[in-house]
């Protein structure tokens, strides 16, 4: 098993994409856990148009096949970094907080909307319409990796600065302007709250239960996966729950 320890300022994880309400789940999702992974082990996922197999134009970013499989869990660390150290973290600040900023989203409208603004714009876009952008704040995460020692070794060599093949850009969480500020390679986890999925059967209401996606499909959403997860009591080891298997599609 492979621990990661992730910090971060911002982050974000989006459920769904909406043109003027763009959300975030709570929590980091294990398929934004999946994507950092491949980045750090220099695996690229993205499905180059150029490519044989590339279905043509489609308005959304393709995967590749063949992508390694693995196990993920994810945990709200209740201990950060601090120089050597790691030091507790105090209940309230364990999760992330969801903050907002709004934005204003400018673009030319389809049809005939707003046209009588064009003329007092000289040429810019005309339809102003405010967007709210969801984010994550203060990430805390334990991201741990099982099932593909190959898959492992790779990020260690990641890294390291080891990587055999050249890394396409920065790892980032959700947006290329959130990067981390650490991401480290632990002895053993900390204690941490594991995110474990909800079963069916299961009747009573969990506290901060959430929707987090698994896999993502952009070209085929009906392809896309995700279950429910709520973090549980404090724990050092991983809870059979907790653990997730990525399997990408042949």
Same mark, same amino acid.
């Given at each position: 098993?492979?621990?990661?320890?992730?910090?971060?300022? $911002?982050?974000?994880?989006?459920?769904?994409?909406?043109?003027?309400?763009?959300?975030?789940?709570?929590?980091?999702?294990?398929?934004?856990?999946?994507?950092?992974?491949?980045?750090?082990?220099?695996?690229?996922?993205?499905?180059?148009?150029?490519?044989?197999? =590339?279905?043509?134009?489609?308005?959304?970013?393709?995967?590749?096949?063949?992508?390694?499989?693995?196990?993920?869990?994810?945990?709200?660390?209740?201990?950060?970094?601090?120089?050597?150290?790691?030091?507790?973290?105090?209940?309230?600040?364990?999760?992330?907080?969801?903050?907002?900023?709004?934005?204003?989203? =400018?673009?030319?409208?389809?049809?005939?909307?707003?046209?009588?603004?064009?003329?007092?714009? $000289?040429?810019?876009?005309?339809?102003?319409?405010?967007?709210?952008?969801?984010?994550?704040?203060?990430?805390?995460?334990?991201?741990?990796?099982?099932?593909?020692?190959?898959?492992?070794?790779?990020?260690?060599?990641?890294?390291?600065?080891?990587?055999?093949?050249?890394?396409?850009?920065?790892?980032?969480?959700?947006?290329?302007?959130?990067?981390?500020?650490?991401?480290?390679?632990?002895?053993?986890?900390?204690?941490? =709250?594991?995110?474990?999925?909800?079963?069916?059967?299961?009747?009573?209401?969990?506290?901060?239960?959430?929707?987090?996606?698994?896999?993502?499909?952009?070209?085929?959403?009906?392809?896309?996966?995700?279950?429910?997860?709520?973090?549980?009591?404090?724990?050092?080891?991983?809870?059979?729950?907790?653990?997730?298997?990525?399997?990408?599609?042949?």
């Amino acid at each position: 098993m492979l621990a990661l320890y992730v910090e971060a300022p $911002f982050a974000v994880c989006r459920t769904f994409t909406a043109g003027w309400y763009r959300p975030t789940a709570t929590f980091l999702t294990p398929s934004a856990a999946y994507g950092l992974v491949m980045n750090l082990a220099g695996i690229e996922t993205r499905l180059r148009e150029e490519g044989k197999s =590339h279905p043509g134009k489609v308005p959304a970013t393709s995967m590749r096949s063949g992508l390694p499989a693995v196990k993920i869990a994810l945990g709200a660390s209740a201990f950060r970094r601090e120089g050597r150290h790691m030091l507790e973290v105090r209940d309230s600040d364990r999760f992330p907080q969801v903050g907002t900023i709004y934005q204003q989203l =400018h673009n030319y409208p389809v049809g005939s909307s707003g046209e009588g603004r064009a003329s007092t714009t $000289f040429g810019n876009k005309y339809n102003i319409t405010p967007v709210r952008r969801e984010l994550l704040v203060s990430l805390r995460a334990i991201i741990a990796l099982d099932g593909n020692a190959d898959l492992e070794a790779c990020v260690r060599c990641g890294l390291l600065g080891e990587l055999s093949s050249d890394r396409y850009g920065l790892p980032f969480l959700g947006d290329n302007a959130f990067l981390p500020d650490r991401i480290e390679i632990l002895d053993a986890p900390p204690p941490s =709250h594991w995110f474990e999925r909800i079963s069916e059967e299961q009747s009573t209401i969990r506290a901060r239960t959430t929707r987090l996606t698994i896999w993502i499909d952009r070209a085929d959403m009906s392809r896309t996966k995700s279950e429910l997860y709520a973090p549980g009591e404090l724990a050092t080891e991983v809870p059979p729950a907790a653990w997730t298997n990525i399997s990408p599609p042949p």
